[in-house]
C-alpha cells in the first residue's frame, strides 16, 4: 500500500490499485489533521490548566518547576500555576472564602480542626490570667499587687526546662502526645470544678488572698504550659508537610478564640451595668455570668475533648529517630542548638524585641478604666478586635514565605512603638467627664491597630520557627524557640508595673481639720482617700516615665541592633538550623 502510494498517478496500475492508493493518500492527511487538531488541543488543555512541560516562555505570570514539597496545599497538581486573575486580584471577602472551602477539602481538615480546638482549650486559662482576672483585682489592688499576681503567668516562659521530659517520656501504645495531653486535660478540668464553687470568695476579697489566687492560676499555667509543649510536638506529625504552615494559623485561631471567650465575653456577661442594659428584664447586683460557673463549664468542656481523644484519636507511632532521643541526649541537644552563633543572636533578639510594648500592653488599659472607661466598653472594643485578630492571623501567614519570612515582624514592630505612643496619648487626654463616642473610636483604634500588630508579630515568629524547626525533636525545638519568645513578653511586666508604682506621687489633700495630707499613689490608698473625704493630687505617674523609657529604648535597639539581625537570620537556609545529620539532609 505504502508502495502504491509513491508511485506517479499514470503508471499503468490497474483501478482498484488507483482507488486504494488515492484512499491512503485521503487516510494520511485525515490522520495529519487530526493529530494537528489532537495537539493544538493538548497545548490548549495545558495553558488553561497551568500545567508546563518545560521551561517558561517568558510570561508576566511566574512560572516555575517545583517538587510536590514546594506546591501549595491546595493545588492539585505539581505543576500548576495559580491564576492572579482568580485569587490574588479577587475581593477579600471571595479570597476567604476559597481559602475556607480549599481547607475544608484539605486531607487534613479533621486535623485542623482538632488543632484548633487543643489550642482552643490553651486559650481559656491564659484569657483568665492575662485578661479578665487583672481587671477584676485592678479594682481593688495596685499595680504591685497586680504584678504579683502577673508571676502566674511565667511557667509559659518556663516551660523549656521540662519540655524534654514531655518529648522523651510517653506509653508508645497509648501515643506520645496522648501521654501527656489527655492526663493533663483531666487534670484542668478536676481544678476548675473545684474553682467553680471556691474562686468568686476569693476574688471578692483580693488583698486578702492575692497569693492563694496566684497559685492557683500558676498550676493551672504550668499545666497549660505542659500541654502546649505536646501539643506544638504532634502539630509536626499530625499535619502533612505541605500543610505545617497551617499550624500557626491554627495556633493563632485557637488561642484568640478561648482568649477572646474568657477575656471580652466573660468580663461584658461578668459587669453589672452589661447585664442590667442588655440581658436583665430587672436590675441586679450582680452580672449575669460569674467566675464559678465559667470555670465550671469549661471544666466538662475539657472531660468532652479529653475523651475524644482517649478514645476515638489514634496517634502513629514514633519513628526511631524520635525514640532514639531520651532525655539526657535531649537536653544535649538543646545546649548544641543553644551554642549556634545564629542562634545566640536569635535568642537575644526574642528576649529583648518586646520590652518597647510591655506598658502598652500590660497597663493601658487598666489605666484606661482607672480614668473611667468602663469593662463592658473595654470588652466591646476587644469584641470589635476580634476578627481583625483572625483576618491578620490569616494573611501573616501567608506574608511569611519567602525569603523575607519576617518582613511583617518588622513592620508590626514599628506600628507597635507607635500604638504605644497612642496609648499613652488616650490616657493622658481621656476626658473629665466620661467617654464620648469620638473619643472611644480613638480608644478602639488603639486598641485594634496594636492588637493586629500584635498577631502579625505572633504568627510570623510561630510560622518561622515551624520551618526551622528539627522534627527529630520537634516539640522541644519549638518550644525553645517560643519559650524564648514568650519570656520576652512576660520578664518585664512585673518590674515595669512596679516601676509604675514607685515613680508614681500623689498625695491625699484633705479639708481643712480633717487630716494631715498622706500619699495616696496605690489603688487602694485613692479608694482609702476617697472615702474619708480627701482628694488625690497626683504630682507624677510613673505610667508616663516608664512607657516613654522602653518606647525610647526599643527604638534604640531596633535601628542598632534588632532590625539588621533579623534581616540576617532570616536568610539563612534551613539546614544551618538543625543539629541531628539526618534532619539536616
Not at 90 to 101: G, I
Not at 344 to 353: C, D, P, R
Not at 501 to 513: K, R
Amino acid at each position: 500500500m505504502a508502495l502504491f502510494a509513491l508511485q506517479p498517478k499514470g503508471s499503468g496500475k490497474p483501478k482498484d490499485a488507483l482507488h486504494n492508493s488515492d484512499s491512503s493518500k485521503s487516510a494520511t492527511k485525515l490522520k495529519s489533521r487530526r493529530k494537528g487538531k489532537s495537539h493544538e488541543k493538548m497545548e490548549r488543555r495545558h495553558a488553561k490548566e497551568g500545567l508546563v512541560t518545560g521551561e517558561s516562555s517568558g510570561s508576566d505570570v511566574g512560572i516555575t518547576i517545583g517538587t510536590p514539597r514546594e506546591r501549595s496545599p491546595t493545588r492539585k497538581y505539581a505543576f500548576q500555576i495559580e491564576d492572579p486573575d482568580t485569587y490574588a486580584n479577587a475581593p477579600v471577602a471571595r479570597r476567604l472564602a476559597m481559602k475556607c472551602r480549599d481547607i475544608y477539602s484539605n486531607q487534613d481538615f479533621g486535623n485542623i480542626v482538632l488543632l484548633i480546638f487543643l489550642y482552643w482549650l490553651q486559650g481559656i486559662p491564659l484569657g483568665l490570667a492575662h485578661g479578665s482576672i487583672p481587671f477584676l483585682l485592678k479594682e481593688k489592688l495596685s499595680f504591685a499587687q497586680v504584678g504579683l499576681f502577673t508571676l502566674a503567668g511565667y511557667p509559659y516562659s518556663l516551660k523549656l526546662f521540662w519540655s524534654p521530659f514531655v518529648d522523651s517520656v510517653y506509653n508508645s501504645k497509648f501515643g506520645r502526645r496522648k501521654s501527656w495531653i489527655a492526663p493533663i486535660q483531666l487534670i484542668i478540668a478536676l481544678l476548675f470544678w473545684w474553682m467553680g464553687s471556691h474562686i468568686d470568695s476569693l476574688v471578692r476579697e483580693p488583698a486578702e488572698h492575692i497569693h492563694e489566687i496566684t497559685y492557683l492560676f500558676l498550676a493551672i499555667v504550668f499545666l497549660s504550659a505542659t500541654q502546649d509543649i505536646a501539643v506544638d510536638g504532634w502539630a509536626l506529625t499530625l499535619l502533612s508537610e505541605e500543610n505545617l504552615p497551617l499550624a500557626s494559623t491554627c495556633q493563632t485561631v485557637g488561642i484568640n478564640c478561648g482568649f477572646f471567650l474568657s477575656f471580652t465575653v466573660f468580663l461584658a456577661l461578668n459587669s453589672v451595668e452589661f447585664s442590667n442594659k442588655y440581658i436583665f428584664s430587672k436590675p441586679r447586683d450582680a452580672g449575669f455570668l460569674q467566675l464559678g460557673p465559667y470555670m465550671a463549664f469549661w471544666a466538662l468542656a475539657y472531660v468532652v475533648v479529653t475523651l475524644y481523644l482517649i478514645v476515638l484519636k489514634k496517634e502513629g507511632q514514633p519513628t526511631e529517630d524520635e525514640s532514639s532521643f531520651g532525655i539526657t541526649k535531649t537536653y544535649k541537644t538543646i545546649w548544641k542548638i543553644c551554642k549556634l552563633p545564629h542562634m545566640q543572636q536569635f535568642i537575644a533578639v526574642l528576649l529583648v524585641a518586646k520590652l518597647g510594648f510591655i506598658p502598652n500592653d500590660s497597663t493601658t488599659q487598666l489605666k484606661l478604666i482607672e480614668r473611667g472607661l468602663h469593662r463592658e466598653e473595654m470588652a466591646l472594643a476587644v469584641l470589635i478586635d476580634f476578627p481583625v485578630q483572625l483576618v491578620f492571623g490569616y494573611y501573616a501567614a501567608t506574608w511569611s514565605q519567602g525569603q523575607n519570612k519576617m518582613k511583617p515582624w518588622r513592620v508590626a514592630f514599628i506600628l507597635r512603638l507607635m500604638c504605644s505612643v497612642l496609648g499613652m496619648a488616650t490616657v493622658y487626654y481621656f476626658p473629665q467627664d466620661g467617654l464620648t463616642p469620638g473619643y472611644f473610636y480613638i480608644v478602639l483604634l488603639s486598641k485594634v491597630a496594636s492588637s493586629m500588630a500584635s498577631t502579625v508579630q505572633f504568627v510570623c515568629i510561630s510560622a518561622f520557627v515551624a520551618q526551622i524547626a528539627d522534627p527529630v525533636i520537634g516539640g522541644t525545638y519549638m518550644t525553645l524557640l517560643n519559650t524564648l519568645s514568650n519570656f520576652g513578653g512576660t520578664w518585664p511586666v512585673f518590674f515595669v508595673m512596679r516601676a509604675i508604682d514607685y515613680f508614681t506621687s500623689a498625695t491625699c489633700i484633705f479639708p481643712a481639720g480633717m487630716g494631715s495630707p498622706i500619699p495616696c499613689s496605690t489603688q487602694e490608698s485613692r479608694t482609702q482617700c476617697l472615702k474619708e473625704g480627701g482628694m488625690c493630687d497626683q504630682h507624677w505617674d510613673g505610667y508616663y516615665i516608664v512607657s516613654s523609657a522602653c518606647v525610647l529604648l526599643a527604638t534604640l535597639m531596633f535601628v542598632t541592633y534588632i532590625h539588621p539581625t533579623v534581616l540576617h537570620l532570616e536568610r539563612l537556609p534551613t539546614q544551618v538550623w538543625r543539629v541531628s545529620k539526618e534532619s539536616s539532609r
